[in-house]
């Protein structure tokens, strides 16, 4: 089992190893397998950037993360630029049916509403304006409405998910029920739990997943 400050010092080490992040700007505090992130940033993709950088690390079990965006003096774009900002961006994206997504921007906040086929079109239309000047955080709120009408079959899940090399030998356990799927069992960082959730996510008919993976860690 890492220390606190064997995992602080692994953390701090995963953002240095990010070209987009200056580790100056990111503070990292570490307890009981739960990671603080603060420090102030100049988008909004630095802020996503270094919370992929912390989940990535073995024995990270939860983040709070509270850094802030700083755009500067220079920064004068309004809410409606912001808007018109975000629909074309939307438009050099063929993943992102943006006919069918509701753009909402309150104060750099943005949040997206509708209704699309696969949640990779949800995630690529967040995605996309994450690197927009202006964003400070994405609500996404689009609804997954799969047009697959076969069953999905739990083994396929399952051998989708022991094929992926990230996952190694832990003992995942898939539950489908209708069009849900549920994840349990004990994995060893909050990479693999997202990752096993995007796996599960390219099934054909899956619109909601129950996340109830447990990040453990053993030396």
């Known amino acids: 089992m890492k220390t606190n400050e064997e995992l602080q010092k692994d953390v701090q080490d995963a953002i240095k190893w990010e070209p987009l992040l200056n580790a100056a700007e990111i503070g990292v505090t570490a307890k009981n397998g739960v990671i603080t992130l603060t420090g102030v940033v100049d ?3 630095k802020k996503i950037e270094a919370e992929k950088a912390a989940k990535s690390v073995s024995g990270v079990k ?4 509270t850094i802030e965006i700083n755009f ?4 004068k774009k309004n809410d409606t630029e912001l808007a018109n900002d975000v629909l074309d961006t939307f ?3 063929w993943k ?3 006919n069918q997504i509701k753009v909402k921007v309150e104060n750099g906040w943005v949040t997206l509403e509708g209704e699309v ?3 990779f079109q949800s995630e690529a239309a967040k995605i996309s304006i994450e690197n927009l000047t202006g964003v400070k955080g994405v609500e996404n709120n689009i609804i997954i409405k799969p047009d697959h009408v076969d069953p999905i079959e739990q083994k396929d899940i399952e051998n989708a998910i022991e094929r992926n090399w990230s996952m190694g030998n832990h ?3 898939v539950l489908v029920v209708g069009n849900s799927v549920t994840l349990t069992g004990r994995i060893n960082s909050l990479f693999q739990k997202d990752e096993a959730e995007r796996i599960v996510w390219k099934t054909p ?3 909601a997943i129950d996340n109830q993976l447990v990040i453990g860690y053993d030396d």
Do not use: C, H, L, R
């Open 91 to 93: 438009k050099w994206s």
């Open 96 to 98: 992102v049916p943006g």
């Open 72 to 75: 500067g003096t220079w920064y």
């Open 62 to 65: 939860a983040i709070a993360e």
């Open 117 to 119: 086929n696969w949640n």
């Open 205 to 207: 008919g899956v619109n």
């Open 171 to 173: 003992q995942i356990n």
């Open 43 to 45: 988008s909004y993709a």
